[in-house]
């Protein structure tokens, strides 16, 4: 019904920077908070950053300062400007959405997930 499509992830070396943008798709009436979180080998996935809908974000303490979230509720769209990377940045960063459907059915929804690597 709802579809979350990563793009942006990579190979850089620290200090680069990447965007990571997420495009939700299908059955959407309203899309409530986006997030993004990570999952690096052999840890638990853990929240990088969150925005609500009017724009108020939330960051992960290892990452302010250095990510910024934002979303474009017109295209149904989150971001993540990821700035100074770092290797212990590298992990499986996967898109998060809470979104209500044409149905007026919530549903939790994540992205496939895409690869950041960074090189030291």
């Known amino acids: 019904q709802v579809q979350l499509v990563e793009s942006g992830g990579g190979l850089v070396q620290a200090g680069g920077s990447l965007r990571l943008s997420c495009a939700a798709s299908?059955?959407?009436?309203?899309?409530?908070?986006m997030g993004w979180y990570r999952q690096a080998p052999g840890k638990k996935r853990e929240l990088v950053a969150d925005i609500t809908v009017s724009g108020s974000t939330n960051y992960e303490d290892s990452v302010k300062d250095r990510f910024y979230i934002s979303r474009d509720n017109t295209k149904n769209t989150v971001y993540l400007q990821m700035n100074s990377l770092k290797p212990e940045d590298t992990a499986v960063y996967y898109c998060n959405a809470g979104v209500t459907t044409t149905a007026r059915v919530y549903l939790e929804v994540w992205g496939q997930g895409t690869l950041v690597t960074v090189s030291s």
């Open positions: 299908g059955s959407i009436f309203r899309i409530n908070a």
